[in-house]
């Protein structure tokens, strides 16, 4: 496998939003009182921030790996879409 980057991140990917329904589905499961649109929101609230954190970590974890290109080019530490 030459590059398993695009690989690790669907996997990724779909395991938080899987871990994020799981959570949906007992906390509905629970309780079914019309905290539901709030419940909601918390969980697309989670979801962003989970992609955030996921995206930066990601972004970290590349930079490490090849820090020997970024020493020389540390601007591009910060360009996401390369």
């Not at 991140?9 to 779909?14: D, K, T, V, Y």
């Not at 994020?20 to 609230?45: C, K, M, P, W, Y």
């Given at each position: 496998m030459n590059n398993a980057y695009p690989a690790i991140?669907?996997?990724?990917?779909?395991v938080s939003f899987l871990w994020?329904?799981?959570?949906?589905?007992?906390?509905?499961?629970?309780?079914?009182?019309?905290?539901?649109?709030?419940?909601?929101?918390?969980?697309?609230?989670a979801a962003?921030?989970?992609l955030f954190f996921g995206?930066?970590?990601a972004r970290a974890g590349f930079v490490y790996l090849h820090w020997e290109y970024f020493t020389t080019n540390p601007i591009e530490i910060i360009w996401f879409w390369q």
């Open positions: 991140f669907c996997i990724g990917a779909l994020l329904g799981f959570i949906g589905h007992s906390t509905r499961a629970q309780s079914q009182e019309s905290h539901s649109a709030n419940s909601s929101i918390v969980h697309i609230d962003l921030v989970a995206l930066l970590g």
